[in-house]
C-alpha cells in the first residue's frame, strides 16, 4: 500500500487525502468536501477541475463529459481522476454537495434477481453493515471484467439488515448489465462504494411530487415513494407517477406500485407507450412521449410550480423533460431532481 496523496484546492484552505485507488471526486466526498458532482460516472461534466500543480492518471480518456478544448486548457473530470502524487486543483468547493451520508466501499454478496419485464429486474445484494443511503441516491459497482464502475440506484429504502436492492435495464451487448443478468451466481462477492448522487429526496419541501420514469430509472422512484410515504414531514405529499415505455411490454409502474399497499392508495400512476400504432394499447394507457403526456396532464396544466419533479431514466427522455418542464411550463431548476442513466 502506498502513501495516501495529498490535494491542495488553489485560493482555499482546503485539502484532503486520497487512498490509493480512490478518485479526486469520490476522496473529496469521503472527507467531507463539497465538490461539485452529478454522475460519478464520466458524462456529465460537473465534477471538471483545473489541474495546477502534479500529475493525474485519467481513468477514461474518451470519457464525454469534458471536450478536447477543455482538456487541452488543463481541465479533467475529478470522478475520472486518480493522483500519481500531492497535487494542486482549481474548482469552486459548494456545501450543497457536502455529503449527508459518508460514501464508504464494502462487500456485498449476491442474494436474488426479480425479473419485472421482459428486460429488467430487480437484484438484491446482501452486505455486513447497515445500507445508508438517502433515497433517490445510487451506488458505484466494481463489476469483474469490466472496466470502471457503473451506477445503479437502490429500489429499497435504507435499513439496518445490509440490504441493497436495484432494478437494472439489460442492454443488449452491454458489458455491465451482461454480467449482472447471465453470469452472477448466488453468494458472489461484489465490491460497491457509495452511496452518491444530488437528486434524493427533499422531505422537507413544502410542494407535492411529480415522478417521471422510463426503463430502469424506475428504480429510485421506488425508493423515493415508499419514503414519502412513511416520512414524518413528507407522508401528506400528493405523488403522481408517469411512466414511459415503448411498447406494452415494457410497462411496470402500476405492478410495482400496487406490490405495496402503502403506495397503492398514495401514487396516482400513469402509464404511456411511445412506440405504436395504438392497436394493442393496454386500456387506460396514454399514447405518447412521457414529456408529452406529462405536459397535457390537466393536473399538472393547473399549476406546475406546486411540485418537486423526480425523473430519472434514459439521457433523451432526461433531456425532453428537463426542457419540457423549464420552457414549457417554467418551473425552476432548483424543483428539479433527476438521474440521466448514462
Ligand atoms: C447516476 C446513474 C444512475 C444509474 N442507475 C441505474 C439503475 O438504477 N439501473 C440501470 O439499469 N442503470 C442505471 N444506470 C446506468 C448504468 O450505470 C449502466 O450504464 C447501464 O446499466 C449500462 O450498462 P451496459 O451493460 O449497457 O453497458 P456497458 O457496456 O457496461 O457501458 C455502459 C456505459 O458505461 C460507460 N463506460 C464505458 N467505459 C467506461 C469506463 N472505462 N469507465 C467508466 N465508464 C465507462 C459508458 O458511459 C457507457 O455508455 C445509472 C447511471 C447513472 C449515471
Ligand atoms: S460527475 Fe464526473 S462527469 Fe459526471
Redesign the pocket.
Known amino acids: 500500500m502506498t502513501n495516501p496523496k495529498k490535494i491542495v484546492v488553489e485560493g482555499t484552505d482546503i485539502e484532503f487525502s486520497v487512498d490509493e485507488g480512490d478518485t479526486i471526486l469520490r476522496a473529496a466526498l469521503r472527507n467531507g468536501i463539497g465538490l461539485p458532482y452529478?454522475?460519478?460516472?464520466?458524462?456529465?461534466g460537473s465534477c471538471q477541475f483545473e489541474l495546477i500543480n502534479g500529475e493525474i492518471e485519467d481513468?477514461?480518456p474518451?470519457?464525454?463529459g469534458i471536450g478536447e478544448r477543455a482538456r487541452r486548457r488543463g481541465r479533467h473530470l475529478a470522478c475520472?481522476s486518480r493522483p500519481d502524487g500531492d497535487c494542486t486543483i482549481k474548482v469552486q468547493i459548494e456545501r450543497q454537495y457536502e455529503p449527508i451520508v459518508s460514501p464508504r466501499r464494502q462487500t456485498l454478496r449476491y442474494v436474488s434477481c426479480t425479473q419485472i419485464t421482459h428486460n429488467?429486474a430487480e437484484f438484491t445484494f446482501k452486505g455486513d453493515l447497515p445500507a445508508d443511503f438517502l433515497v433517490g441516491q445510487?451506488i458505484l459497482?466494481d463489476?469483474p471484467t469490466?472496466?470502471?464502475?457503473?451506477?445503479?440506484?437502490?429500489?429499497n429504502l435504507p435499513n439496518e439488515q445490509g440490504e441493497w436492492r436495484?432494478?437494472?435495464?439489460?442492454?443488449l451487448?452491454?458489458?455491465?448489465?451482461?454480467?449482472?443478468f447471465e453470469h452472477l451466481v448466488s453468494g458472489q462477492k461484489i465490491e460497491i462504494d457509495g452511496s452518491?448522487?444530488m437528486s434524493y429526496l427533499r422531505e422537507d419541501s413544502p410542494r407535492d411530487i411529480i415522478l417521471i420514469g422510463g426503463?430502469?430509472?424506475i428504480?429510485?422512484l421506488m425508493s423515493i415513494m415508499q419514503q414519502a410515504s412513511i416520512s414524518a414531514t413528507a407522508s401528506q405529499k400528493k405523488m403522481l407517477l408517469f411512466y414511459g415505455g415503448r411498447e406494452p411490454q415494457d410497462l411496470c409502474a402500476n405492478k410495482l406500485v400496487s406490490a405495496y399497499p402503502s403506495l397503492a392508495q398514495r401514487v396516482s400512476v400513469v402509464e404511456a407507450i411511445s412506440d405504436t400504432d395504438g392497436l394493442n394499447r393496454p386500456e387506460g394507457t396514454e399514447l405518447g412521449f412521457i414529456h408529452d403526456v406529462v405536459r397535457q396532464n390537466k393536473k399538472v396544466q393547473i399549476n406546475p410550480l406546486n411540485y418537486d419533479y423526480y425523473f430519472?431514466g434514459p439521457p433523451p427522455m432526461i433531456s425532453a423533460v428537463n426542457k419540457m418542464l423549464q420552457l414549457d411550463l417554467n418551473v425552476p431548476a432548483n424543483q428539479l431532481y433527476y438521474?440521466?442513466?448514462?
Open positions: 452529478d454522475c460519478n460516472s464520466g458524462g456529465c481513468l477514461w474518451e470519457a464525454k475520472q429488467m445510487y459497482l463489476i469490466v472496466e470502471g464502475s457503473r451506477a445503479y440506484s437502490m429500489s436495484f432494478i437494472a435495464k439489460r442492454i451487448g452491454g458489458a455491465a448489465t451482461s454480467f449482472l452518491y448522487g426503463g430502469s430509472g428504480s429510485p430519472c438521474d440521466s442513466f448514462l
